[in-house]
């Protein structure tokens, strides 16, 4: 069974796969599949880098994954259809972004 984490940003999208021993397997983002600029960040650019991270994995016979999605990207969605599109066995779907409880404290008043 091998993991994918799949890091989003507003800039551009990065997905790993490790196997179980925390091997990397295989690894894509968008500047590696030649988009540059606003089409880094688009849904076809993860579609994309989904179906090209991946494509070694399933020929090395793993067809069970564990996906963690991070970061507020745009194409969430498209990834998570890209990866069931393939043939994968999807066993668990996991939001990873880091979410701050309370935040930073804030400036001190103005004085009137």
Known sequence: MAMVYIKMSFHNT???????????????????????GRQKTTAFATKIVITRALKSVLERGFNGIDIKVSGPGFGRNVAIRAIIKMGFKVFS???ITPLPYNGCRPRKRRRT
């Open 93 to 95: 779907l996991k939001d």
């Open 14 to 36: 990065i997905v790993t796969v490790i196997d179980g021993r925390a091997n990397v397997l295989s690894w894509c983002s968008s500047g590696v599949c030649k988009f540059k």
